[in-house]
């Protein structure tokens, strides 16, 4: 069989086999998808026909070293071979390590780690830990827990509820009791009517006071966010340390999702660091393996955590695939990885370099509204009008002619409603950005044309 044939025939097996992401398989099988992908090196993928791509999106914003790194699959493979599994209640040498590891390079006082197989599980953890805890603490009421509209902390079952909105849930009523939401602090559409990222931040902080004190302070357990959304981008500064101080003075836990933001993805190691904030609970997932294989935890403050001492208090959460030695082995070399050789910094430098350029677009291209992010975690916001904010209308079929230019210039890079958001992996050289940003370019271009926009002037 040649390549193309072969492809053709996995490609009809993936259809007719496989429950695609969030897609309809009809339609991904008249887009000529999915594309099957075979190798990576560094950003770029090559699919199974030998055609390369380039991968804005950094698998779901987690490869955050890059694909092709040889010592992480020896590193799985050594591990492997010596001892590929033992369930918890005995352990391993690189899951000891691990907790070790995280409780080293995270903030303040989180040390103790709950190890689990995804960012979803993570979250669940961490709203079993929240709720378990006020019990232990003569607390029983407190099991209300406040997300922020237009959030995401994954799709099983609990944490479903804490983000998305009607569309992504529709179909799992009824909803998990509980689970209330805030307005999430986006300045450039702040629903609070702020102007400025600061008054913003400050109006959906004291939002959160505000549903604390109408809820009733004893019954709400929790607080979660990401600290830098990938849909939302960072708040004002003042945005989380006043949420930190709200939930110490009602006795609320702070849930910090770093699921995305983790692992050196916003130029700190962990997104909280830009305003010095220690969470109760840090969740975090894809780049603590830079999604290798399946591992992600739940880092629990230690004055949270020894609430769960003795056996009467013990936490009770069985996982099997939970502190997996061979995924942890992979997790502590792709650490190293990012620690030896400076990725972080390089996040920071290189993504705000990746801001301006993309920044710069605006002065050619009046679809894009905002530019937004920190570090490798981007956001781009499209509008028909720059001055209204307005969005196009669904007969403008924006994202699927934008999808198009992208995929024809060889971008892995899916424009949602109407934003973009970009993560590549945190290893990208500024030349490798300057290629993203001539293809975004070319395909805005390509769109406006063919929306008969003209350019600005
Ligand atoms: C902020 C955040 N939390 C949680 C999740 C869920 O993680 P997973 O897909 O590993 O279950 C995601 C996934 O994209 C995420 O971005």
């Known amino acids: 069989m040649t390549a193309h044939t072969e492809t053709e025939a996995l490609r009809q097996d993936a259809l007719r086999y496989m429950f695609p992401h969030r897609r309809g398989w009809i339609e991904m099988a008249e887009e000529g998808g999915p594309l099957i992908a075979v190798e990576g090196k560094g950003i770029r993928i090559t699919d199974s026909e030998g055609r390369s791509w380039i991968d804005v999106n950094g698998g779901y914003n987690s490869v955050n070293v890059g694909y092709g790194r040889a010592e992480i699959a020896e590193a799985a493979r050594e591990q492997a071979l010596k001892l590929p599994y033992m369930p918890s209640g005995t352990t391993t040498e690189p899951t000891i390590r691990l907790a070790e590891k995280l409780a080293q390079i995270t903030p303040g006082s989180l040390s103790r780690t709950y190890f689990v197989s995804g960012g979803s599980e993570a979250n669940e953890t961490a709203l079993k830990v929240a709720r378990a805890y006020h019990r232990r603490n003569g607390e029983p009421g407190r099991y209300k827990v406040i997300s922020r509209r237009n959030s995401y902390h994954g799709f099983t079952g609990g944490v479903l509820w804490m983000g998305g909105g009607a569309g992504v849930r529709d179909d799992f009523e009824p909803a998990y009791p509980g689970i209330l939401h805030a307005p999430q602090p986006v300045s450039y559409r702040c629903e609070l009517g702020g102007e400025t990222p ?239 940003v001539h293809a975004i370019d070319l395909t805005l271009w390509e769109v406006e044309g063919q929306l008969g926009i003209s350019r600005m002037t």
Not at 252 to 277: K, N, S
Not at 351 to 357: E, N
Not at 381 to 387: Q, Y
């Open 198 to 436: 600061s008054e913003c931040a400050a109006l959906c902080a004291k939002a959160i006071e505000e549903m604390i004190e109408f809820e009733g302070p004893e019954s709400v357990a929790a607080v979660i966010g990401e600290p830098v959304a990938a849909g939302s981008g960072a708040p004002g500064d003042e945005y989380w340390p006043m949420v930190r101080e709200i939930c110490d003075r009602y006795g609320a836990l702070l849930i910090a999702d770093e699921v995305i933001c983790g692992f050196g993805r916003t130029g700190r190691m962990f997104a909280v660091e830009h305003w010095d904030v220690v969470p109760d609970v840090l969740t975090l997932a894809k780049g603590i393996v830079s999604t290798y294989l399946p591992i992600a935890a739940a880092v629990v403050r230690k004055e949270i955590a020894d609430a769960f001492g003795g056996e009467e208090n013990k936490l009770t959460h069985t996982l099997t695939f939970s502190g997996h030695p061979v995924a942890a082995a992979a997790a502590l070399k792709n650490i190293e990885i990012l620690e030896d050789e400076n990725m972080v910094e390089n996040a920071a430098t290189v993504g705000a370099y990746f801001r301006d350029q993309m920044q710069g677009l605006m002065g050619d291209h009046p679809i894009v509204g905002d530019v937004r992010g920190l570090g490798m975690l981007l956001q781009v916001e499209l509008v028909s009008d720059r001055e209204t904010k307005e969005t196009f209308p669904e007969e403008a079929m924006l994202r699927a002619r934008l999808n198009e230019g992208f995929r024809k210039r060889g971008l892995i890079l899916r424009a949602a409603a109407d934003t973009m958001s970009i993560g590549p992996p945190i290893c990208i050289t500024r030349d490798e950005i300057d290629e993203i």
